[in-house]
């Protein structure tokens, strides 16, 4: 969208979250029967096919040479770049111009759309269809006997995930500059599903936890080059041993009812 027709980051996002949650609903589709484990393998199998898809599909993707020159994102219009004729960031502010302005942006960016996701994502556990995404991640068959559509439920916790996926990419292609299908290799989904696994299914909290450690633990071990990955396995197995439902498997529900027949 931005090379080939002149969008922004700010006119990609909304975009791309659209096209990524129509694409988790046609992934989602042939998957429904699946649960579990296997839902997990055949969701990693398709991100693998639509890798090996993109790597030779060349006039799309650029194949391995990926999209370059993808434009950063500005502040409101205003470029982070030295002043000159057009308004920057610096000179509309009167600031003196540092390379690192742009830097101090695309964090403070990244925290806000990760604070505005934690506040969607729990006030979507709130409302109905949360409640229902709870209901079916602790007994689906359960809920098809007390009337609950599980194909729409699923679909729709398919569609939000990706989503949100989708904006995690556009902001990672705005803030490399550049985005290759080798870029998401198998080795990352397997990191993130490790992730979520390990912080507790359900824990927000326990995720956050699990990706510090997750992204920490093999940079700690880059002076044991050799044994690096046989360490950060090692790691894995004794967490999954001590805690084998995650960090925090502890999950508080949205909807209690109380003995009295009230709820809170």
Same mark, same amino acid.
Request: positive net charge.
């Given at each position: ?23 988790? &609903? &046609? ?8 649960? %579990?484990?296997?839902?997990?393998? @055949?969701?990693? %199998?398709?991100?693998?096919? =639509?890798?090996?898809?993109? @790597? ?5 993707? +650029? ?6 020159? &993808?434009?950063?994102?500005?502040? #409101? ?18 600031? *003196?111009? !540092? ?16 604070? /505005?996701?934690?506040?969607? $994502? ?9 409640? !229902? ?19 729409? @439920?699923?679909?729709?916790? #398919?569609?939000? %995930?990706?989503?949100?996926? %989708? ?6 292609? !705005?803030?490399?500059?550049? &985005? ?15 992730? $979520?696994?390990? +912080? ?14 997750? @992204? /920490?633990?093999? *940079? ?9 990955? /046989? ?5 894995? =197995? ?6 084998? +439902? ?19």
């Amino acid at each position: 969208m931005s090379t080939q027709f002149g969008w922004g980051f700010w006119q990609a996002l909304p975009v791309a979250g659209a096209m990524a949650a129509s694409f988790g &609903i &046609i992934l989602g589709w042939p998957t429904l029967r699946l649960r %579990g484990d296997y839902l997990a393998i @055949v969701t990693l %199998g398709f991100g693998e096919i =639509i890798r090996v898809i993109l @790597v030779n599909w060349t006039e799309l993707s +650029g194949g391995p040479n990926g999209i370059p020159s &993808i434009p950063r994102p500005s502040f #409101f219009g205003l470029p982070f770049k030295p002043p000159g004729d057009d308004p920057t960031f610096a000179s509309f502010f009167g600031l *003196e111009y !540092a390379p690192n302005h742009r830097i101090i942006f695309l964090y403070y960016l990244i925290l806000a759309l990760a604070l /505005l996701t934690n506040g969607f $994502v729990s006030r979507m556990r709130r409302l109905p269809i949360g409640r !229902a995404w709870e209901a079916m991640r602790e007994d689906e068959i359960a809920c098809k006997a007390m009337g609950i559509n599980a194909r729409n @439920v699923k679909l729709s916790a #398919f569609a939000i %995930g990706a989503m949100l996926g %989708g904006f995690a990419g556009v902001f990672f292609a !705005a803030r490399q500059g550049f &985005i290759s299908p080798e870029s998401f290799t198998f080795n990352e989904s397997a990191i993130i599903l490790a992730i $979520v696994v390990l +912080g507790g299914m359900g824990s927000q909290f326990g995720v956050v936890l699990a990706s510090l450690v997750l @992204v /920490l633990l093999p *940079e700690l071990g880059r002076d044991f080059a050799e044994y690096r990955m /046989l360490l950060f396995g090692a790691a894995m =197995i004794l967490i999954m041993v001590w805690k084998p +439902g995650g960090i925090l498997s502890h999950r508080e529900p949205t909807l209690r009812y109380l003995a009295d027949g009230g709820r809170r």
